[in-house]
């Protein structure tokens, strides 16, 4: 199921989940990637993404539940092991247009390294 659909996942995050493109990894198991933004926000700029072709938040099925805590869990696994989970980090999800989500494959941003402000803009 994960294998056919990273073979017909037609973003740009299929042609990084294929190798097809190159990624700066930073973890990788069965169900998601994690690996360096192209164009950090921040210092440190990390996404995460599902192995399976979810094209946005509000898409996710009700199966998919154990999936969507996983990658918490991930970016939180992230951030003990790249040494920013005590000063502070973001986890931030664009779902649609309005939010600004450019690319239609669920991603977690994980954003550390500066203060961020609040509201977001
Ligand atoms: P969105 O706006 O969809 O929430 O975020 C998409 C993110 O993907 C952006 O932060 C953008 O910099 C990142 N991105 C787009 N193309 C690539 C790429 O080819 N490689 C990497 N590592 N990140 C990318």
Sequence with gaps: ??????????????????GEIPADIVHEDIHCLAFRDINPQAPQHILVIPKRLIPKLSDASEEQRTLLGHL???????AR?????????RVVINNGENAG?????L????LAGRAFSWPPG
């Design 101 to 105: 989500q450019e690319v239609p494959h």
């Design 72 to 78: 918490l869990y991930v970016a939180s696994e992230i």
């Design 1 to 18: 199921m994960d294998q056919n659909d990273i073979a017909s996942n037609p973003t740009i995050f299929g042609k990084i989940l294929r």
């Design 107 to 110: 991603h977690l941003h994980v």
């Design 81 to 89: 092991k790249e040494g920013f989970a005590e000063e502070g980090f």
